[in-house]
Each structure stands twice: as structure tokens, then as C-alpha cells.
């Protein structure tokens, strides 16, 4: 999801080594560690506190009134320390020095605490945690932007601007048992703050270096830590779901603490901020365990963001990183926030998910022409959703007319990322991706005539622009046939069991039930994208659920496309801990080892394609017009896949999960946990909360 970047990378750190120790070490009078500047936590409603260990990393998230936080404490030979908070996507972190022998953090109590400084208010929380180690030396502390501290996690580097002179306004000090980290925003406004205190260790300097030990060697270390930003507070829900949602404590709590009334988050700690497509398949999957308020408020939330020209917003850059962007390119220290246009796939999401809520579900249906009426910025909420739909139609129009594979919809000039696999290597370099064209855009025409049908336009259009939106949208099944067509991948029986076979001995797998799986006829699956030239790239990808669940294959389409997809992998997409995102056995062997189990968009699975892949099948289980046959080859593959679902049950809240594989059966492994992977998994992730609206089938259950 998450690897394109916007902009240049910069980071707001006071790096060891590179200035004197004096001038990054500090105990400011206005900083957490003075007692009577904090003011007692808000509210009668206790705080919403849950903790979520993966790995090496534990996580503890904290929500009350103004204040949320998610802090996160890394074990290992590379112990971390950090606090994100989704007020302005902001946060603070310390890095150590890799240690001789791993070290073991264990945390104590969380609490939220409030402070106003110059009459600003400071939100943040204090905990008390214990760590192993002979000693820890600081590498560095950095304050800002998550875009900043989550590029830094990544080893990119920072300007010398911000490392040079960073703003701070707290007299410089360091004591023996205490150190801080206090700056104000650059733009002036209240900033970020981090401090430490023991009371059983030492901070000294050696070499240049800040240095933490115990008192007693072979003694844990207390710690107290205190983190706070003086970025605007999100507004919390304080009722979000109906008694429809299913009794999940752990997708309740991540779910709670990543929505608000001005946007839902896409996941934490990476990604405290909105991403439009995670928004929109979130209510998608959510919408019948959540309340009307909270489904206006989230497509409202994409609605706010579009381009003037229709377009939908993927991500946006605010607080800090909007002001850095904004001295970049125009020289000022401007707050405005920054959207992020470069995904393809967003654009044509929207007509299906506005649809579903506004014409399809009974309660967005009744109060569908008063929220289209509904003000948004200098318009009406109504005028941008025909901004949306006059794009898709114009976006559209070319394929209708003459359908050849350079009319489709391509990744944007430049751009190596346009859809949810938005890695470099998630789509195999291709260019024109098979979600967007064979499944989204016909879905969005087909959205289209249901809004003209249903005469929820007439207000915010001409009758020219009406005309040309019932153009459009009668294309759509010559748009679905004539692209399908293109993305067609058939691979003969004898070259799919010589190419499993070396697949799977070279990473490592069991190839007796894949290739059990694929001894009948040729293998038959859409390719995850086409090159530049038009030809398909041959990775076995779970994007068919999109079909599923917003399409309706015959049911010839149907028994090819989950035969192929619930095979045990490496033949099929199916593990033991899950159904994988990507399989590039049938590809190239150079394609092989860009889609491995320690790629963000690789051999790996991830929670909300099983969702989609969950309700899709459910959705096609409904129709009325299946051979029966047809529905026990649904039904295997439902029940197949719940089996993976649950065997994963520990990890459901996670962005996504990879594998090991010893004696015969794969086991899960955090994504990142490990520092063995590409990037790193949120421990909440919005679209992973889906379950909540997705029960087992019946028989079935997740224990």
C-alpha cells in the first residue's frame, strides 16, 4: 500500500554525533516532566486502551477525548521507542544503536495527559516500562511528521536544513536521570516533545553519544516515558457501530481508535492520517455494522478531497509535512494540506461504494438527497460526486469507442504505482493493471446509470452532462467483456507442473497437493496487469475477489477463477495461514524472486483481501441463478478459506502477515517485526477491522 512516496523525504532529528550532545539534550520548563502542567484526563467515559504484541514489537494504543496515541516499544537487537499520534499524522521516536545481545522492553501503565503552553494545548500520554540491557546507546530522536519517522525507519536521509537548525525553544540540559526533546513546529505552531526519566540509571556522554545504563549491572532499567504534540485533536466516534457488528474486543478496539468524524485513519502507526482507497473499501466491507453518521462522514471525507477535476484523493500530506512541502515549493511555511492524486484505482472506486451506501443500503437511501444537498466547502457534497463521475466517464470513453489494450486506464506518466499494490514490484512493473479495468471501471459505469436511474443527479446536472454520463454507463458490458479479454492468461498443463514444480523447490515448499491441484487441464486466471506493450503479466493474484463482490461472473468464470485461486499453494494462492496476495510461479523465473514472502505486495497475505475475497464469495452464494454444482464449488471454496481466515486469528487486526515453512506446514511471521521485510506491518489496520461485518458461515467459527 504504502512504499510510493510524495515529495522529498525530511526529518526533524536531533542525530548523536552530528552536533553537540548539549544542544540535543534538554529539560524544558514546559515539557511533560514538570507535575503541575498537566491537567487531568478529559471525560467521564474511560479511556479506550488495548495492546497488541507481533514479534518483537509491542504496541499499546490509547484513546480518551482530544487525546490519542499508539506507543510502540521494540525488543530485539534494534530496541525503538515510539509515539504516533493521529492529531496532524504526528510523532516521536527514539532510535538506539544496535545492541551485543537482544534486549526485552515490558510495559507498565498507560495514561493520557493534557497540558496547555502559551495557551495552546499539548495532548499526549505517560508510560511506565521496563527494559534489559546492559546499556543503550541513543542514536537518534526524531520529532515530526509520521512521513518522516516512518521514511526514516526505512533509512532514508533528511535535509541538512532541519538537521542543522532545528527550532528550539527550552534552555539546554542534561541530567543524570533524565533527558528530553522539545521543538516547536517550523511553521511556529505547538510542536512535538519526548522525555525519559529513571530512576535506577544514568544518562551520561561517551563520545559523543548519549548513554543510558542501570545503576546495578544485570538490572532492568526503570523508565517513565512522556510524549505529547500540539497538533490539532481528531474528534472521536462516540457511537460507531450497530448490534449487527460481530463481539470482536481486538477489531472493536482498532477500529475505535483509528475513526473520527473528520476522516478514518488507514492504520497505525504508519499511516495515522486518511488514504482514500482504504476509506472507501473500509465502508465498503463495514457498512452493515456501522452507524449512518459514520458512513456519511467517511464518503464525505473523500468527497472534501477530490481534485477540481474529479479525481480521488489517495493520501494526504498535513501538519508538519504539508509545511516542509510547502517551503520547498513555494518558499512559504504553509499548513495547507497537500493531497496525493497518483492512484488510478480510487477514481473508480467511488461510484460502486457511493452506490452501495446511497441507492442500495435502506438507510443511505432515505437520507440520500439530503446528504448529496449537504455543503461541502463552497459547493454541495452533490456537485462533487458529479465531479467524480464526469472523470470515470471521460476516463472511459476512449476503450468504449475503440477497445484495444492502449485505451485502457494506465498508470499515471512516471508514476510505478496507480492501484492497491502500490509497491514498485505489486503489479510486476506492468502498466495497465486488471483491477482497475476489468472490475472498477465497469463497476463505476454501471454506478453511474444506477444514480441516473435512480434521478439523484438531476439537481447537480445539465442535461448534456446527463446524456453523456448514460453514454458511459451503457458501455459497461462491452467494457468488461472487451477488457477481460486482454488480461486472459492461459498456461498449458505440462509447462503449470514443470513450472510449480521449480517453484517450489526454489523457495523451499512442499509442491505435492499444488501439483496434485493442477494435474487436469491448462490454467486459466486473469494476469495481475499488462506491460507497456499490452502483454499480460502472468501472477496468480487474489484481485478476482473485487469481482466477486462488486461483479457478477457467469458461472463458467466463476468454477475457473476459484478453482484456480483456493489451490494449495504454490500451484493456487492457499496456505495454511492464509490465502496469499500474489503468486508468480506461472511467470518468468526472473519475476520470481520480486514477489517473495519478504515483499509488501509478494508470497504474503494480507487481511483485507480475504475480506473481500469472504464477502465476495458470500455475495455470489446469494444469487438465485447458480447450478448447483456451481454453488458446492462456491461453498468448498467459502469454507477453505474461513479455515485459513481463522488459522490466522491472532494476527487479524494486522496489515499483513508473511510466513515461514518447516516439517510440512507454514507458519505466521509478522511483517516487518523481524527487520527481515521490505517494510513494516501496522499492528492496526482499518481495512483488517472488516470482519466485524463479515460472520464465519455458518458451522464455522474462529476460536
Known amino acids: 500500500m504504502r512504499l510510493s512516496r510524495v515529495g522529498s523525504s525530511v526529518l526533524a532529528v536531533w542525530q548523536m554525533g552530528r552536533r553537540p550532545l548539549v544542544a540535543a539534550l534538554m529539560l524544558s520548563a514546559g515539557l511533560a516532566l514538570a507535575p503541575p502542567a498537566w491537567a487531568a484526563q478529559e471525560g467521564a467515559k474511560a479511556p479506550l486502551q488495548f495492546r497488541i504484541t507481533e514479534g518483537n514489537i509491542e504496541n499499546a494504543f490509547f484513546q480518551d477525548g482530544s487525546i490519542a496515541a499508539h506507543l510502540l516499544l521494540s525488543s530485539g537487537e534494534k530496541p525503538r521507542m515510539l509515539v504516533a499520534f493521529p492529531a496532524g499524522n504526528s510523532g516521536a521516536g527514539l532510535w538506539f544503536e544496535p545492541t551485543d545481545k537482544p534486549v526485552q522492553w515490558s510495559l507498565g501503565k498507560v495514561t493520557g495527559q ?25 542514536k537518534d530522536a526524531v520529532l515530526g511528521s509520521i512521513r518522516m519517522l516512518r521514511d526514516y525507519q526505512q533509512g532514508q536521509g533528511y535535509t541538512a536544513q532541519l538537521a542543522a537548525t532545528p527550532k528550539v525553544a527550552a534552555t539546554p540540559r542534561l541530567t543524570e536521570r533524565s533527558a528530553s ?43 517513565h516515558i512522556e510524549a505529547s504534540t500540539g497538533e490539532t485533536p481528531l474528534t472521536p466516534f462516540t457511537n460507531l457501530l450497530n448490534d449487527r457488528a460481530q463481539p470482536d474486543k481486538r477489531s472493536r478496539e482498532a477500529l475505535q481508535f483509528l475513526s473520527y468524524r473528520e476522516k478514518f485513519l488507514a492504520g497505525s502507526w504508519r499511516f495515522d492520517t486518511y488514504f482514500g482507497r482504504d476509506t472507501m473499501m473500509s465502508l465498503r466491507l463495514l457498512m452493515p455494522v456501522l452507524q449512518p453518521a459514520a458512513i456519511d462522514a467517511g464518503i464525505a471525507s473523500v468527497l472534501a478531497r477530490l481534485s477540481p477535476d474529479g479525481q480521488v484523493a489517495h493520501e494526504e500530506g498535513i501538519g508538519e509535512f504539508a509545511v516542509l512541502q510547502h517551503l520547498k515549493e513555494q518558499g512559504k511555511p504553509s499548513a495547507e494540506p497537500i493531497y496525493d492524486y497518483v492512484m488510478v484505482d480510487s477514481n473508480v472506486m467511488l461510484p460502486p ?22 455543503k461541502l466547502g463552497a459547493g454541495r457534497r452533490g456537485d462533487a460526486l458529479v465531479r467524480n463521475l464526469l472523470f470515470v466517464a471521460a476516463s472511459s470513453e476512449a476503450f468504449a469507442r475503440q477497445p484495444v489494450y492502449s485505451n485502457l486506464v494506465a498508470l499515471k506518466p512516471n508514476a510505478k504505482v496507480g492501484q492497491w499494490r502500490d509497491s514498485n514490484e505489486g503489479i510486476g512493473r506492468g502498466r495497465y493493471p486488471y483491477d482497475v479495468n476489468a472490475v472498477w471501471m465497469p463497476a ?21 452532462q446527463r446524456e453523456r454520463l448514460r453514454v458511459a454507463a451503457a458501455s459497461a458490458n462491452d ?24 517453484y517450489a523447490k526454489q523457495i523451499g515448499v512442499s509442491d505435492t497437493s499444488a501439483l496434485k491441484a493442477v494435474d487436469g487441464g491448462q490454467v486459466d486466471f486473469p494476469a495481475i496487469a499488462l506491460d507497456a506493450q499490452g502483454k499480460p503479466i502472468p501472477v496468480l493474484n487474489s484481485d478476482e475477489g473485487f469481482q466477486l463482490l462488486f461483479g457478477k461472473p457467469d458461472a463458467a468464470a466463476l468454477d475457473r477463477d476459484i478453482g484456480n485461486l483456493m489451490r494449495p499453494f504454490p500451484a493456487g494462492l492457499m496456505t495454511d495461514v492464509g490465502m496469499v496476495v500474489a503468486n508468480p510461479a506461472y511467470a518468468d523465473h526472473d519475476v520470481w524472486s520480486r514477489f517473495g514472502n519478504n515483499a509488501y505486495h509478494g508470497t ?14 458470500k455475495r455470489q452464494l446469494a444469487r438465485g441463478d447458480l447450478s448447483t454444482a456451481t454453488r458446492q464449488h462456491l461453498e468448498a471454496a467459502q469454507a477453505g478459506l474461513w479455515r485459513a481466515i481463522c488459522a490466522a486469528n491472532a494476527v487479524r487486526t494486522s496489515e499483513l502477515w508473511s510466513w515461514s515453512y518447516a516439517n510440512g506446514h507454514y507458519r505466521i511471521e509478522p511483517f516487518g517485526a523481524e527487520g527481515a521485510h521490505e517494510d513494516e506491518s501496522n499492528a492496526a489496520q482499518l481495512w483488517s477491522t472488516v ?13
Do not use: K
Not at 540509571?201 to 526503570?222: I, K, M, N, S, Y
Not at 438527497?369 to 449537504?374: P, Q
Not at 470482519?691 to 476460536?703: D, I, S, V, Y
Open 691 to 703: 470482519f466485524l461485518a463479515l460472520p464465519p458461515p455458518a458451522g464455522l467459527a474462529c476460536h
Open 353 to 374: 461504494v457511493a452506490a452501495a451506501w446511497l441507492l442500495e443500503d435502506p438507510r443511505g437511501r432515505d437520507g440520500a438527497r439530503a446528504f448529496l444537498a449537504g
Open 479 to 502: 467494457w468488461e467483456q472487451h477488457a477481460s479479454a486482454l488480461f486472459a492468461v492461459h498456461v498449458p498443463n505440462d509447462r503449470a507442473v514443470a513450472q510449480v514444480r521449480e
Open 114 to 138: 493534557h497540558r496547555s503552553v502559551d495557551g495552546h494545548g499539548w495532548n499526549g500520554i505517560a508510560a511506565d516500562a521496563s527494559v534489559t540491557a546492559d546499556r543503550l546507546v541513543l
Open 181 to 223: 526533546w522539545q521543538r516547536q513546529r517550523l511553521d511556529g505552531a505547538p510542536g512535538y516533545a519526548i522525555a525519559l526519566s529513571t530512576d535506577n540509571g544514568r544518562f551520561t556522554q561517551e563520545d559523543g553519544h548519549l548513554v543510558l545504563r542501570p545503576d546495578h549491572a544485570g538490572e532492568a532499567l526503570h523508565l
Open 604 to 617: 504474503v497475505v494480507w487481511a483485507w483481501q480475504q475480506a473481500i475475497m469472504a464477502a465476495g464469495l
Open 444 to 464: 463505476a459505469l454501471r454506478a453511474i446509470g444506477q444514480f441516473l436511474d435512480a434521478g439523484l443527479l438531476d439537481d447537480y446536472t445539465t442535461p448534456a
